[in-house]
C-alpha cells in the first residue's frame, strides 16, 4: 500500500548538534559520536536507488541535490553523499509494479540485477557486490561501500522456484514476498485477502529461500501471511523497512504482537523512515487522499510507460507532489521514536534501519543519507551503549544474514 500510495513521491519526490550526553574526558558529544558512526559498519535495509526516475544525466558517482519542495525530482542517495554519510551499505531494491506480472516481470527484474552488476563493476574501486555477511565485513575493511540486492516483490520470481534460484545466484539476498497487490501464492498488506496467507507454493518458496540462504522479508504482507511466514520458515526473518504500528496505524506497520514474534525467532524489524508511516496524524491526511493521488499515478504510468519517459513521467507527477507535500510533514526524530519503541518491546538486538531513501517522502531532517549521523548521535543522546548502536546501524542484519546462511548450510549438507 505505502507504495502504491509513495512511489509518486519516490520519482520525484554533517552531523547536527543534538541534546549533549556525557562525552568522554576530553571528547565532545559530536565528536563521540560521529567516531561512533564511521567506525561502525552501517546498512540500510532498503533503498530504491536504482528503481528510482532520475534526473536527465543522473550519475551514481556524481553529487545531486535531494528532493525538496523546490526539487521534488531530488534523489536522496549517491556515492559521495553515502562517503559523506558514513553509509556503509545497503539493500538495493529490484522492483518491478506487482501489476507488471509473468514474463515481462522476470525479464524487468533481471534487466536491473544487471544494471547493478554493471555498476559495480563501473565503479568497483568504490563497490562491492556482497552475498554473505563475511563479504560485507570485508568490503568494510577494504573502505567499501557493500552493494546487496532485495528483491521487492514476489512476482518476479513468476511462480517458478527455478527463477528464484537463478535471481538467489545473481545476488539476491532477500525477498520481499508481496508488493502492494497479491501475489498468486501470498497475500499483501495492501490488497484484500485472497489465500487467507500463504497458498501451499508460498510455503514451498520459503523453504527454497531457506534452503537458498536468502533472507524472507515480511515488509508488505498480510498479518496472515507474516503469521504463517513464522510457522513455516526455518531462518530467522526480517522486515526490511517497516515502523510501529501503535505509534502509526499504517497497515505496513507491525504491531508489537508482530515484532515480538519476529524478534522471538530471531529476525529484527528495519524501521523505515516514510513520514506517512511514521506520524499517525499524517498518515490519517494521506490516507484521504489516497484514492485519488493513486489513480492519478495510475494514468500517469499507462501515459508515459517505461525508462525512456521516466522525464516525462516524474514531471507529470510533480504537482501531485507538491500537493501531499502541502499536507505537511515531520521531523525527522520521529524514527528515533519508532526505533526507541521497538527496541523497548524486544530489546536492540532485533531492530536495524530501512529508510526506503528514493522510495518515499522522508521526514523534515532526514532528505537523503548525509544525515544517517543524527541517528546514531540522537541513540546515544538518549543512554544507548555504543554496542547497541552499532547493532542497530549494522550489525543486527549482518546476524540474521549469517545465521541464514548456517541455515542454508545444514539444508544443503554442506
Same mark, same amino acid.
Given at each position: 500500500?505505502?507504495?502504491?500510495?509513495? $512511489?509518486?513521491?519516490?520519482?520525484?519526490?554533517?552531523?547536527?548538534?543534538?541534546?549533549?550526553?556525557?562525552?568522554?574526558?576530553?571528547?565532545?558529544?559530536?565528536?563521540?559520536?560521529?567516531?561512533? #558512526?564511521?567506525?561502525?559498519?552501517?546498512?540500510?535495509?532498503?533503498?530504491?536507488?536504482?528503481?528510482?526516475? #532520475?534526473? $536527465?544525466?543522473?550519475?551514481?558517482?556524481?553529487?545531486?541535490?535531494?528532493?525538496?519542495?523546490?526539487?521534488?525530482?531530488?534523489?536522496?542517495?549517491?556515492?559521495?553523499?553515502?562517503?559523506?554519510?558514513?553509509? @556503509?551499505?545497503?539493500?538495493?531494491?529490484?522492483?518491478?509494479?506487482?501489476?507488471? =506480472?509473468?514474463?515481462?516481470?522476470?525479464?524487468?527484474?533481471?534487466?536491473?540485477?544487471?544494471?547493478?552488476?554493471?555498476?559495480?563493476?563501473?565503479?568497483?574501486?568504490?563497490? $562491492?557486490?556482497?552475498?554473505?555477511?563475511?563479504?560485507?565485513?570485508?568490503?568494510?575493511?577494504?573502505?567499501?561501500?557493500?552493494?546487496?540486492?532485495?528483491?521487492?516483490?514476489?512476482?518476479?520470481?513468476?511462480?517458478?522456484?527455478?527463477?528464484?534460484?537463478?535471481?538467489?545466484?545473481?545476488?539476491?539476498?532477500?525477498?520481499?514476498?508481496? #508488493?502492494?497487490?497479491?501475489?498468486?501464492?501470498?497475500?499483501?498488506?495492501?490488497?484484500?485477502?485472497?489465500?487467507?496467507?500463504? =497458498?501451499?507454493?508460498?510455503?514451498?518458496?520459503?523453504?527454497?529461500?531457506?534452503?537458498?540462504?536468502?533472507?524472507?522479508?515480511?515488509?508488505?504482507?498480510?498479518?496472515?501471511?507474516?503469521?504463517?511466514?513464522?510457522?513455516?520458515?526455518?531462518?530467522?526473518?526480517?522486515?526490511?523497512?517497516?515502523?510501529?504500528?501503535?505509534?502509526?496505524?499504517?497497515?505496513?506497520?507491525?504491531? @508489537?504482537?508482530?515484532?515480538?514474534?519476529?524478534?522471538?525467532?530471531?529476525?529484527?524489524?528495519?524501521?523505515?523512515?516514510?513520514?506517512?508511516?511514521?506520524?499517525?496524524?499524517?498518515?490519517?491526511?494521506?490516507?484521504?487522499?489516497?484514492?485519488?493521488?493513486?489513480?492519478?499515478?495510475?494514468?500517469?504510468?499507462?501515459?508515459?510507460?517505461?525508462?525512456?519517459?521516466?522525464?516525462?513521467?516524474?514531471?507529470?507527477?510533480?504537482?501531485?507532489?507538491?500537493?501531499?507535500?502541502?499536507?505537511?510533514?515531520?521531523?525527522?526524530?520521529?524514527?528515533?521514536? #519508532?526505533?526507541?519503541?521497538?527496541?523497548?518491546?524486544?530489546?536492540?538486538?532485533?531492530?536495524?534501519?530501512?529508510?526506503?531513501?528514493?522510495?518515499?517522502?522522508?521526514?523534515?531532517?532526514?532528505?537523503?543519507?548525509?544525515?544517517?549521523?543524527?541517528?546514531?548521535?540522537?541513540?546515544?543522546?538518549?543512554?544507548?551503549?555504543?554496542?547497541?548502536?552499532?547493532?542497530?546501524?549494522?550489525?543486527?542484519?549482518?546476524?540474521?544474514?549469517?545465521?541464514?546462511?548456517?541455515?542454508?548450510?545444514?539444508?544443503?549438507?554442506?
Amino acid at each position: 500500500m505505502k507504495r502504491a500510495f509513495a $512511489s509518486c513521491l519516490a520519482t520525484l519526490a554533517l552531523v547536527v548538534a543534538v541534546a549533549a550526553t556525557p562525552p568522554l574526558a576530553g571528547q565532545s558529544s559530536d565528536a563521540r559520536a560521529l567516531g561512533v #558512526h564511521r567506525d561502525a559498519i552501517v546498512i540500510d535495509g532498503h533503498i530504491d536507488t536504482m528503481s528510482a526516475s #532520475h534526473p $536527465s544525466g543522473w550519475k551514481f558517482e556524481e553529487r545531486h541535490a535531494p528532493p525538496s519542495r523546490e526539487q521534488p525530482g531530488g534523489i536522496s542517495v549517491d556515492l559521495p553523499r553515502m562517503r559523506e554519510g558514513g553509509f @556503509d551499505g545497503a539493500f538495493f531494491s529490484v522492483y518491478v509494479a506487482g501489476t507488471v =506480472t509473468g514474463p515481462r516481470a522476470v525479464s524487468e527484474a533481471r534487466r536491473q540485477f544487471d544494471a547493478l552488476h554493471a555498476l559495480v563493476t563501473r565503479l568497483s574501486a568504490d563497490l $562491492s557486490l556482497c552475498t554473505t555477511a563475511a563479504e560485507v565485513r570485508a568490503a568494510h575493511r577494504a573502505k567499501k561501500i557493500a552493494v546487496l540486492i532485495g528483491i521487492e516483490g514476489g512476482h518476479m520470481i513468476n511462480n517458478d522456484l527455478a527463477v528464484l534460484d537463478d535471481l538467489a545466484r545473481r545476488g539476491a539476498r532477500y525477498l520481499t514476498l508481496t #508488493h502492494s497487490v497479491n501475489t498468486d501464492w501470498a497475500d499483501s498488506s495492501g490488497d484484500k485477502p485472497a489465500h487467507n496467507g500463504l =497458498t501451499p507454493f508460498g510455503r514451498q518458496v520459503i523453504a527454497e529461500l531457506n534452503r537458498l540462504g536468502v533472507m524472507v522479508d515480511v515488509s508488505h504482507v498480510s498479518d496472515k501471511t507474516f503469521w504463517d511466514v513464522l510457522e513455516v520458515s526455518q531462518s530467522p526473518v526480517i522486515a526490511s523497512h517497516s515502523s510501529c504500528r501503535a505509534l502509526c496505524g499504517h497497515p505496513r506497520n507491525m504491531t @508489537d504482537e508482530m515484532i515480538k514474534a519476529l524478534a522471538a525467532k530471531g529476525g529484527i524489524i528495519q524501521i523505515n523512515f516514510y513520514d506517512g508511516f511514521l506520524d499517525q496524524e499524517l498518515y490519517l491526511k494521506q490516507k484521504a487522499i489516497e484514492p485519488e493521488i493513486e489513480k492519478t499515478r495510475l494514468e500517469v504510468m499507462q501515459k508515459f510507460p517505461g525508462p525512456e519517459n521516466d522525464r516525462k513521467r516524474a514531471e507529470a507527477m510533480t504537482a501531485l507532489y507538491r500537493r501531499v507535500r502541502a499536507l505537511g510533514t515531520i521531523s525527522w526524530e520521529k524514527i528515533i521514536d #519508532h526505533i526507541d519503541h521497538a527496541v523497548k518491546l524486544v530489546g536492540a538486538d532485533h531492530v536495524g534501519l530501512g529508510s526506503d531513501f528514493d522510495g518515499a517522502s522522508m521526514p523534515a531532517g532526514m532528505e537523503d543519507c548525509t544525515m544517517l549521523p543524527k541517528i546514531t548521535a540522537a541513540l546515544l543522546a538518549k543512554g544507548y551503549s555504543e554496542k547497541d548502536v552499532r547493532n542497530i546501524l549494522g550489525e543486527n542484519v549482518l546476524r540474521v544474514m549469517e545465521a541464514n546462511e548456517k541455515v542454508a548450510r545444514r539444508l544443503q549438507g554442506r
